[in-house]
């Protein structure tokens, strides 16, 4: 995922961004050939994993465009937080409070961190480094934003799984670098999953509700929701 982001007095106000996925050159093959063969799960997988897909939240409300929302026109998908389109396969918001307190309250590292590269690839040489670990279910209770991507709703036998995060940021505080991990194991829908964010900052760009020509709803959903809400 690439794309912009745009912050006022509580967090993120608007974000576009732009997700891809990318296939192993083996996996898109037998894709290609099962959807060559007439399987039309494979041809509708390949057409979604292979397209570029642009989703855009501004003014309360959601918005999409590219093969998972019916096409290359911005479709209406509901009312959604500011933040919406940023977060997804990330599950921590380092612009909301109530999440930012409760890492770093119980962060088992809290100091100077070595250089790590924005989103430009840019070292920031001078950085601060929180780590530590927060289960699913302490993250639902005090995280806003992961209530809202989950559907308001985690299912309680995913409640014990343990994500491992870790903030950077630039000695102003701002984040520049955000990940988390998570290895449940076998018997989960999961096993494991990485995810890390890279911000630059002071972007020159501005983010408006596009003209839409429908309303739609997102069909595939995100992995997080679909594998961990109840």
Request: charged share 20%; hydrophobic share 40%.
């Amino acid at each position: 995922m690439t794309g912009t982001m745009r912050l006022g007095p509580g967090g993120v106000v608007a974000a576009d961004m732009t997700r891809m996925l990318t296939f192993g050159n083996c996996r898109q093959q037998f894709l290609r050939d099962d959807a060559a063969g007439g399987d039309p799960r494979a041809a509708e997988f390949l057409k979604v994993g292979t397209g570029s897909h642009r989703v855009r939240s501004v003014g309360g409300v959601l918005y999409g465009a590219g093969p998972a929302y019916g096409g290359k026109s911005w479709m209406k998908l509901g009312s959604a937080p500011h933040s919406a389109a940023l977060y997804g396969d990330q599950i921590i918001d380092a612009f909301d409070l109530g999440t930012l307190k409760a890492l770093v309250a119980s962060a088992s590292m809290n100091k100077a961190g070595g250089t790590v590269h924005d989103a430009d690839d840019r070292a920031v040489k001078k950085t601060w480094s929180y780590r530590g670990t927060i289960t699913f279910s302490r993250l639902f209770k005090v995280s806003k934003p992961f209530r809202h991507m989950l559907g308001g709703r985690l299912n309680p036998k995913y409640g014990g799984i343990t994500i491992h995060w870790g903030i950077a940021t630039d000695m102003s505080g701002k984040p520049i670098v955000v990940q988390a991990v998570w290895r449940p194991g076998e018997g989960f829908p999961l096993q494991a999953a990485t995810v890390a964010t890279r911000f630059s900052w002071d972007v020159n760009a501005s983010i408006k509700a596009p003209r839409v020509s429908g309303k739609a709803r997102d069909p595939y959903g995100d992995d997080v929701i679909d594998l961990f809400r109840s």
